[in-house]
């Protein structure tokens, strides 16, 4: 796709590829993980089913971008914007709201 704008004068085109990024949550999730507060302030917690298991946590923005990666059962989000986020915990997806 592609857009032209015009600013003062100047005619700017930018060419874009529209996705669409799909979220899916587990119902399993909820029986073998909790995230909570969520919505979140500054810290995410994080439980597993299996006590003695360190979570691979990933944080992605809604555009798929990569915004932190960590082994650890509480994640630190104050330094987010508020929106929503994307937690990829050992593989399974989950929404997460920042406020």
Known sequence: MQSETYVFGYRFTA?????????????????????????VSDFLHIETSNLEEIPDVKIYSIQGVLLMQNKTNVIDLSSLQSGFYIANIN????KVVKQ
């Open 15 to 39: 060419t874009y590829a529209p996705f669409n990024v799909n979220i899916k949550e587990s119902n399993l999730l909820n029986n073998t993980l909790k995230l909570y507060p969520n919505p």
């Open 91 to 94: 593989g399974v997806c989950q």
